[in-house]
């Protein structure tokens, strides 16, 4: 039994960038590859914040952020993490997460901004506000 004194923070999530709730109600459950993201611009303060855009890594199936300019497969925009989530205390921890994978989006509310080149990967399926 582990009774060490442990202190938690929680998070606020902001879900101002869902342009409507199209789409929340039936999202894509994923895993995060956390070595792929950076801690102070993509979780700062140690939470991963929803309407993060989202990319594949092709060798292992699991999604880490959208990069234009990656080459593991994150090079295009998949969708947007649906709800902030914790960073692991573990380093490369993997977490499982729920992620908007088509309905609207308010582009300029997004913890990070996205390129043409992925608001072209989602056409169809994700329309920008």
Not at 79 to 104: E, N, Q, S, W, Y
């Amino acid at each position: 039994m582990d009774l060490t004194l442990r202190t938690e923070t929680f998070q606020q999530d902001d879900p101002s960038w869902l342009g409507s709730a199209h789409g929340t109600d039936a999202p894509r459950s994923i895993t995060l590859d956390t070595t792929k993201f950076t801690a102070n611009t993509h979780y700062p303060n140690g939470y991963f914040p929803s309407g993060l855009a989202l990319g594949i890594v092709t060798a292992t199936g699991k999604f880490g952020p959208y990069d234009d300019a990656a080459s593991d497969g994150r090079q295009t925009l998949v969708g947007f993490l649906l709800t902030t989530r914790r960073a692991p205390h573990t380093t490369g921890a993997p977490i499982v997460a729920a992620m908007l994978d088509h309905g609207k989006v308010v582009a300029s509310r997004l913890p990070i901004a996205v390129d043409a080149n992925g608001k072209a990967d989602v056409a169809g399926r994700i329309q920008f506000l």
